[in-house]
């Protein structure tokens, strides 16, 4: 038996893992939390050491953790801990900081950080990690995450030179929305967003898109985004020099976007939070709009009833000559496919632990067959890859969950 605690267990994101973690044969779920007594969005079960009190997942531990407070309490809340998987946020604010943390209690960890600067500061722990034999493994949500798988599966199929990368999202209405998630898309939304040029990361006003196709859906609107997928794609597919991110969030309507695009563009053009504490002060701003926003945007959607859209998650690679080769993917709705690629490669990773070295890994580049991964989000409801354009004809992806055991079953082959 392993224990797992997840690190910000009670957000929107933490909650679905913790849930999933519940179901996970040969782990023992904990939850590490800044408030254990927070309410987890969307549920209303009974607290196990406390029934009908206090809200919470059944038969499992709940431990105070705060990452930025008190170093030495911190350390005691990961005692006994095999593997953490955090999903804090937002993780531009918190950094490195549960990584650290995790590191120093020789405690192995994955994440679902977004952020393309904690992403830097982690893989800048490599040393430490190793030196401590603890395995980090980042960027394991949807994007990054499924994204760099898809990335991967899209590169081994283009036998022609590719020049650049798009990569589009549409995050379904009526889920429960997280104050970190949205947080970080309203502070892309009014600021700048970083995109890759001629092989050079550069920053870009935010741009807002209208009227695009993705993955066959015309969405309203498509926000320039940031996802540390930008770091890895040259590695990924070698010799690209260009690379962007944008989503559709189709809770919000396209007018509030154009809105908040333009009332920013204006401020902008003013000299409004454009200087270090301009953008400190935007930044506390947004998060505390953005708390207050998540909740009424949570109840509204459990008071409807309404199930969740799904999410809808397209890569394009192009070529010089005009080539397009393009992926797929769709599930349940973006938290769910985030909390699921976690729950799979910490599955994998589990299974096959020896194989995962210590030190700083991201999917790219672990040790484990992606198409196991793939078969476990398959269980949750997550397609394979649909591949359309000009692809090699060659060795088609398979993902089912057979393939393990050498069955010929193929799914999300070249159409
Ligand atoms: N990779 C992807 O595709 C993907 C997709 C979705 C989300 N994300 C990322 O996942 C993270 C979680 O998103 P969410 O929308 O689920 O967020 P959320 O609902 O706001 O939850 C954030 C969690 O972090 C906790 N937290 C914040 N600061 C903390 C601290 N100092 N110490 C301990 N816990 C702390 C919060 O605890 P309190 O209850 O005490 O505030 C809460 O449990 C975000 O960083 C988001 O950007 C990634």
Not at 67 to 94: K, N, Q, T
Request: glycine letters at 12%; one cysteine or more; proline letters at 5%.
């Amino acid at each position: 038996m392993i224990r797992v605690a997840v690190i910000g267990g009670t957000g929107t994101t933490g909650r679905l893992v913790l849930e999933g973690l519940t179901a996970m044969r040969g782990a023992t779920p904990l939850c590490a939390a800044r408030h254990p007594d927070h309410r987890p969005a969307g549920a209303r079960l009974p607290r196990h050491d406390d029934p009908g009190s206090r809200p919470g997942v059944p038969g499992v531990e709940y431990r105070r953790l705060d990452v930025l407070g008190d170093r030495r309490s911190a350390l005691a809340a990961l005692e006994g801990i095999d593997w953490a998987v955090v999903c804090l946020g937002p993780f531009e604010h918190l950094r490195a900081r549960a990584q650290e943390l995790c590191i120093e209690a020789g405690v192995h960890y994955l994440d679902v950080n977004d952020s393309i600067d904690a992403r830097r500061d982690t893989v800048a722990l490599d040393g430490p990690a190793r030196a401590a034999g603890v395995r980090v493994i980042t960027g394991c949500g949807l994007c990054p995450g499924i994204s760099t798988m898809l990335l991967g599966a899209l590169a081994g199929r283009a036998d022609w030179p590719v020049e650049s990368v798009t990569s589009d999202l549409i995050v379904g209405a009526g889920q429960p929305v997280g104050a970190a998630s949205l947080t970080s898309m309203l502070l892309s939304l009014t600021g700048e967003v970083r995109a890759r040029r001629a092989g050079t990361v550069v920053r870009v006003p935010a741009t807002v898109d209208r009227s695009v196709r993705v993955g066959g859906i015309r969405t309203r609107y498509l926000v320039g985004y940031e996802c540390p997928d930008i770091d890895v794609v040259q590695r990924i597919v070698p010799g690209v020099s260009s690379y962007s991110y944008r989503v559709c969030f189709e809770q919000l309507p396209g007018f509030a976007v154009d809105l908040v695009h333009r009332l920013s563009e204006y401020g902008r053009g003013w000299g409004i939070g454009v200087s270090e504490r301009g953008r400190a002060r935007r930044a506390r701003t947004v998060a505390a709009l953005a708390g207050c926003a998540a909740g009424i945007a949570t109840a509204l959607n459990r008071r409807r009833g309404r199930q969740a859209d799904p999410a809808v998650l397209s890569i394009a690679l192009h070529g010089r000559d005009g080539q397009t080769l393009r992926g797929t993917v769709t599930g349940p709705s973006s938290y769910r496919m985030t909390a699921a690629c976690a729950l799979s490669v910490l599955r994998v990773v589990t299974e096959e632990v020896d194989r995962v070295p210590a030190g700083v890994s991201e999917l790219d580049r672990l040790g484990q067959d992606h198409r196991a991964i793939w078969a476990e989000l398959s269980r949750f409801g997550i397609d394979a890859p649909d591949i359309t354009g000009s692809t090699r004809e060659s060795a088609p992806m398979r993902t089912g969950k057979n393939d393990r055991q050498g069955d010929q079953s193929v799914t999300g082959v070249t159409k």
